[in-house]
């Protein structure tokens, strides 16, 4: 069966550092992979996908950017975190159709202070 | 540009008493709708997917329907452990576009 793991599962860093979250998906090959955020209290919002190794689509533009450095491995990453990045970090998995459904990982609470 | 309304935002429902979330949704050429069940602080876990207009699917107290402008999710006799946040998305491409979700709070 298929697993998504996410770490950290909390992190407070203070404004102006650097931010690395991982994503990694275990039982399959090939997967579209996504990273989401989802503010307090809100829906949750599409920052990047990508569909293969080295292809990331962005979403929304911001301080953030993301890298898939191995098939089953998403990374998002920030040089300066702002106060605005606070929030709750998911990172889904789907197989590569469109239509199919998009499973979601544990997510990472982020506080910037 | 897609959009999904959910409502109501929250619901309080003594445990047995049925109800139905509604999910309204623009979006140009529907791959398909998902509902989602959300526990403070973790991952939304996936529940239904449907494709068409028509379509209807069940899980225990769960029951998802979905017509050409919404979806409605019905809750039979629930249970306090049905407590939760709801989350409808939509998905045209390879992009979900989700609701703000309807918080369910099951008093027993």
């Known amino acids: 069966s298929q697993t998504i793991h996410q770490w950290p599962a909390t992190l407070v860093q203070p404004v102006g550092s650097p931010l690395s979250l991982e994503c990694t998906v275990e039982g399959t090959s090939n997967p579209n992979l996504y990273w989401y955020r989802q503010a307090a209290g809100r829906g949750l919002q599409l920052l990047f996908y990508s569909v293969g190794i080295g292809q990331i689509s962005s979403e929304v533009p911001q301080n953030l950017s993301a890298s898939r450095p191995q098939d089953r491995q998403f990374i998002l990453s920030s040089k300066k975190l702002l106060l605005s990045d606070s929030g709750f970090y998911l990172c889904a998995w789907s197989v590569r159709l469109a239509g199919e459904t998009q499973y979601f990982g544990p997510g990472t609470r982020l506080l910037v202070l | 540009e897609d959009q999904v309304t959910q409502s109501p935002e929250a619901l309080r429902l003594q445990e047995g008493e049925s109800s139905s979330l509604n999910c309204s949704y623009t979006v140009s050429g529907l791959r398909g709708l998902f509902w989602y069940r959300q526990d403070p602080g973790k991952g939304p876990e996936f529940l239904f997917t449907?494709?068409?207009a028509g379509e209807e699917k069940e899980k225990e107290r769960l029951k998802a329907t979905l017509t050409k402008k919404e979806s409605f999710l019905h809750i039979t006799a629930p249970k306090p452990e049905d407590s939760a946040t709801y989350l409808c998305?939509?998905?045209?491409?390879?992009?979900?576009?989700f609701g703000g979700g309807t918080r369910v709070l099951v008093k027993p």
């Open positions: 449907l494709y068409s």
């Open positions: 998305a939509v998905q045209a491409g390879n992009k979900l576009t």
